[in-house]
């Protein structure tokens, strides 16, 4: 009797644990898993604490492209001066938590870099975006993200930052997806395309080929000349 006793509370115990285990998770990965949001609601959310990094790796990374995105937003424009310092005092913490963490945290480093150049701090945003270089050198994804930010501070890139940026292009020309991007600054921004054609002329020829294709293809599509 005792026995059985004893077995019904191990029983009882592990299923409370697991009840336990199931609802923390729930509540970390909540606030990912209710569909689509605004650029306004992740601000929100981000500003207010009602979105945390969780424990997760993958929450952890979500949090962060949240930031990322919400740096870069039009819709932070719209908020005021204490709302954004809040949002970027938060997303601050994260970044540095998981870069001093997770020394190999690609994504830590480049929202730390973002954050950096919003307060006119270039140091800083040449540190964070030579981390993230140093830590994820071929990750299309990241390059995206990293390209942005290196084209909105040319001028304050230091010379091996710049070295890494146009290594970032050469890449990003190499994916399918990347490319639309470098495709629409090419067309958009005449700065970048004197530059971009040097760099795309040390490719190999398909590439250059692919790059030249999909550059008359977007511009046949808008009705605009390629100008290759």
């Known amino acids: 009797m005792r026995n059985r006793l004893q077995i019904t509370i191990v029983l009882l115990a592990g299923m409370s644990l697991t009840i336990l285990g199931a609802w923390a998770t729930l509540q970390e990965l909540s606030p990912y898993i209710m569909g689509p949001q605004s650029g ?3 601000i929100l959310e981000l500003r207010t604490g009602a979105l945390k990094p969780g424990l997760a790796i993958s929450t952890q990374r979500d949090y962060l492209l949240k930031c990322s995105s919400a740096l870069s937003s039009y819709d932070l424009l719209r908020e005021t001066e204490d ?17 001093a963490g997770q020394g190999a945290n690609s994504l830590a480093w480049l929202v730390s870099a973002q954050l950096a150049a919003r307060r006119s701090d270039y140091a800083a945003m040449n540190l964070g975006l030579r981390n993230s ?10 390059a995206s993200l990293r390209f942005d930010l290196a084209e909105s501070y040319l001028a304050n ?3 091996d930052v710049s070295a890494s940026h146009v290594a970032d ?13 470098l495709v629409a600054t090419y067309l958009n921004n005449e700065s970048f395309k004197s530059r ?28 605009a000349p390629a100008g290759e």
């Open 157 to 159: 890139l230091e010379p």
């Open 40 to 42: 306004t609601d992740s």
């Open 196 to 223: 971009a054609i040097e760099i795309i002329q040390t490719l190999p020829d398909d590439q250059q080929r692919r790059f030249v294709q999909s550059v008359r293809q977007s511009a046949s599509h808008r009705g």
């Open 169 to 181: 292009i050469r890449l990003m020309a190499t994916s399918n997806l990347a490319r639309r991007r």
């Open 83 to 99: 709302q954004q310092r809040a949002l970027t005092d938060a997303c601050q913490a994260t970044a540095n938590a998981m870069a």
């Open 133 to 142: 270089y140093a830590t994820a050198p071929y990750e299309q994804w990241l």
